[in-house]
């Protein structure tokens, strides 16, 4: 009563919302859903039975159960438990809260880029939105007044925090499609599911849980998510039910207030997924090629182009293999033609090359990436590709020796490899480095001496020079045509020299 009378005073509808459906919790047998136990991550599986034999309920959920079930390879292993973030950090050495907005735990099993991380949740209870502290949408205010808040929404309904613990149940009915709400125990074998994620998953209908609508408006960044998973899925024969497809072109200007960060994160995941090309051809046939993100506008209009489809194509084909991608390789691609075109304005107002190039890209990055916080190694990583692009073509002194002892040669020289493939240099040029990366000291020499002949007045162009002779067998590294940087331990040619 006193709560009502509050609201009536604030604003606020009356708080009697509809307590929605919250979906009858199914067992399914293994009989029935064939999942391999055994294709479930061993540190995921070792999370779950740590919270069981705790005392906890725990589950592998999401995408990778739907994966399973589909016969895909789950990218990434998720869990949910009735433990909250404390008592679950309390169970491994090596465990972390993090977030605001939605707090989880990461739990980190090995060192390095070795390392793995199994995201825990807490099973969350149902929002009742209008029951929620009201705050404003500014993202600078709502900051400072949301610390301490469990729950809370702006005044469109978009959840802004969202850690009220809850039973499993009403976890399920805050997931978004029907077959990412499924829960598998590795222990049992059982696929428990509430909102026919396994009839759906059968039928291959991409369903959001609850009515779309409000589901978009409570969080926007699911219209993004429903793109990547019509692009991920649609192969199989994935379909949109049609109240969740429809209102996706039309919501999508609810985007505009949701954080650049969050905006620039699920970007990353629709290209670095495995599926990018085909989420750009789901976002022009949805009619979101324009307006969920400035710089994915960019990468939609410039898919087209040679050398940013050569890389695009290039990041699904190592993530179906299985190969690390970095988004610094990815976006450097994506925003080449600008610092190439900046850069030649400068070197045509007869501008010092390298310097030139740093303006030219300080540019870019003003331009294009804005002010996206905790970007600062990836746009290093971008400078740096970048930067050593104009260094492989000094292949005469020290330069060669030092420009592939660097970090980040790898990514360089993929980046590099890519551009001869659409004949923005020589082949020849690219080849002559992946020769040279995987060269002994003594071969190293010879090229060195062979470029500088090649120099020399009146010489063969690079193309038609002859193969250096070799002294030791390569290195192991393999500079595979247009393969995506991510530096040494990628197995590249720094390992082999
Ligand atoms: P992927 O295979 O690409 O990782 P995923 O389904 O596992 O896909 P995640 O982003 O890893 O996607 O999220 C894990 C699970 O958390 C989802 O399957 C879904 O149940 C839930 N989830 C994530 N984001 C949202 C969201 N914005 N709204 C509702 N549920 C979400
Ligand atoms: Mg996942």
């Known amino acids: 009563m006193i709560k009502k009378f509050i609201q009536k005073m604030l604003g606020k509808p009356s708080g009697d919302s509809v307590k929605p459906h919250f979906g009858k919790r199914v067992e399914v047998p293994v009989s029935v859903h064939s999942i391999d136990v055994a294709l479930v991550d061993e540190r995921a599986l070792n999370v779950v039975l740590t919270l069981q034999d705790a005392g906890f309920e725990a589950y592998v959920v999401g995408g990778a159960v739907r994966d399973l079930l589909l016969g895909l390879r789950p990218k990434d292993f998720d869990?949910?438990?009735?433990?909250?973030?404390?008592?679950?950090?309390?169970?491994?050495?090596?465990?972390?809260?993090?977030?605001?907005r939605f707090r989880i735990v990461h739990v980190v099993y090995g060192r390095g880029r070795e390392h793995e991380v199994i995201e825990v949740s807490t099973f969350r209870a149902y929002l009742d939105n209008t029951a929620a502290e009201q705050v404003s949408g500014n993202e600078r205010t709502s900051k400072s007044e949301l610390a301490g808040m469990k729950h809370a929404v702006d005044a469109s309904g978009r959840v802004l925090r969202d850690n009220v613990w809850g039973p499993q149940d009403e976890d399920a009915t805050r997931r978004d499609f029907t077959i990412n709400a499924m829960y598998y125990d590795p222990q049992s074998q059982y696929l428990v599911d509430y909102h026919g994620g396994m009839q759906d998953a059968k039928k291959r209908i991409l369903r959001m849980i609850g009515d779309p609508v409000a589901r978009y408006r409570e969080d926007p960044?699911?219209?993004?998510?429903?793109?990547?998973?019509?692009?991920?899925?649609?192969?199989?024969?994935f379909k949109f039910e049609s109240k969740t497809g429809k209102p996706l072109a039309t919501m999508c200007n609810l985007l505009a207030d949701v954080p650049q960060s969050r905006l620039f994160d699920e970007m990353l995941k629709l290209l670095q997924t495995g599926h990018a090309l085909a989420s750009i051809d789901q976002l022009k046939q949805l009619g979101l090629h324009k307006g969920i993100y400035p710089l994915l506008d960019v990468v939609v209009e410039r898919a087209d182009t040679p050398f940013v489809k050569a890389a695009l194509s290039d990041t699904d084909r190592r993530v179906g293999e299985g190969k690390p991608v970095a988004p610094s390789f990815l976006l450097a691609c994506v925003l080449w033609a600008d610092v190439r075109s900046g850069w030649d304005a400068r070197l045509a107002r007869r501008e010092h090359a390298s310097p030139a190039l740093q303006d030219a890209i300080d540019e870019v990055f003003d331009a294009r990436i804005g002010d996206v916080s905790g970007r600062g190694k990836?746009?290093?990583?971008?400078?740096?590709?970048?930067?050593?692009?104009?260094?492989?073509e000094k292949r005469v002194g020290s330069t060669p020796f030092s420009l592939v002892e660097q970090a980040r040669f790898r990514a360089g020289f993929d980046f590099l490899r890519l551009r001869a493939e659409v004949s923005e240099i020589d082949v020849a040029l690219a080849d002559w480095w992946q020769e040279f990366s995987t060269a002994d000291d003594a071969s190293r020499e010879d090229l060195v001496q062979q470029?500088?002949?090649?120099?020399a007045p009146g010489s063969n162009s690079p193309k038609s020079r002859r193969a250096p002779r070799r002294r030791k067998p390569a290195g192991t590294g393999s500079a595979g045509s247009g393969s995506m940087g991510s530096g040494p331990s990628s197995g590249g040619p720094t390992q082999g020299a």
Not at 84 to 97: D, H, S, Y
Not at 451 to 455: D, F, I, T, W
């Open 79 to 100: 869990v949910a438990t009735d433990a909250t973030p404390e008592q679950v950090k309390g169970l491994f050495r090596r465990a972390f809260i993090i977030g605001r």
């Open 221 to 237: 960044v699911r219209i993004i998510r429903a793109v990547r998973f019509a692009a991920k899925l649609s192969p199989l024969g």
């Open 378 to 392: 990836l746009a290093a990583d971008m400078r740096e590709i970048w930067m050593m692009q104009p260094r492989f």
């Open 451 to 455: 470029a500088k002949e090649e120099k």
